[in-house]
């Protein structure tokens, strides 16, 4: 690899100091390397990564930060087909390879091109009003959640699989997930944990009012849709439904809305250099 492009999340990396240490580096070894150009507002890390910045000869995009900021650059950059290398600059995470203290380590492999380039699948979402007008399409590498806000009243909605009725749930909302969000928001609703590079779906309620409700296993091949059902109490009240993709992108819901969740075109490309299994990263996580 040649060209390179760095993501860095500003506020975890202030004055850019270990990003313009990697640029110097980058650039004494021959290789061109660019950065993304300082956000602008009170909330630098909001600034988000247009497709437009980054030159067609990139090879690599270098994320600084951790797992949340990768996530933002995959869907930001989601038409690209650009692998990402994520370097951990807070806690451990599951998708950065290291912390700064191993960027030497780290940046003389890819260059070596000594480097495990992995494909991780994304969900696609599409949200429909009552009509059937559509309000919303986006994709999630991680995750397409529905939350209440403003209130304590639970959610009530049905689950499709293909077209056919499964489950009519009531919860505080529930998260869909690819294997690679099954370590995030999934996990913290009890659902199971997946291999990352698996090809399906989980269906997980968030604080589900009924024994019964487990998480579901689904085909990545499969369509889930989401219907939210409204009752006559949600007209005298501050009731709010909202969804977001990988905890980003609020969409405001309302009764009658439909979610149509589908295995994206588009994968995200993840170069993985640690030795440290996931399995591994995993029980160090757990501990």
Sequence with gaps: MDHFYIITNETKDVNFVTTKMIKNYLMKRGKTCLMRPKGSGDDAYSHQTLPTEIPPEVDCVIVLGGDGTLLRAARNLVNRNIPFLGINLGTLGYLTEGDKN????????????EFILEERMMLRGRI?????????EDVALND?????????????????????FLYLYTA???????????????????GPVVEPTAKLFLVTPIAPHSLNNRSLILSSTDRIELEIIGSDKDRDSEVQYVAYFDGDSMI???????????????????????????????RIKMS
Excluded: W
């Excluded at 191993?102 to 091109?113: F, G, K, M």
């Design 252 to 282: 405001p819901l309302e009764p009658g809305c439909r979610i149509e969740i589908t295995t994206a075109e588009q994968v995200t490309k993840i170069l993985k250099l640690s030795s440290m299994s996931f399995l591994e990263t995993l």
């Design 172 to 190: 505080d909302g529930i998260v869909v997930s690819t294997p690679t969000g099954s370590t995030a928001y999934n996990l913290s609703c009890g």
């Design 144 to 164: 397409l959640t529905i939350n209440r806000s403003r209130t304590l009243r639970v959610i009530k909605f049905k689950l499709y699989v293909n077209g056919e």
């Design 128 to 136: 429909y009003s009552a009509d059937h007008t559509l309000l919303k």
């Design 102 to 113: 191993s960027i030497t380590d780290i940046l003389e492999r890819v260059i070596a091109d």
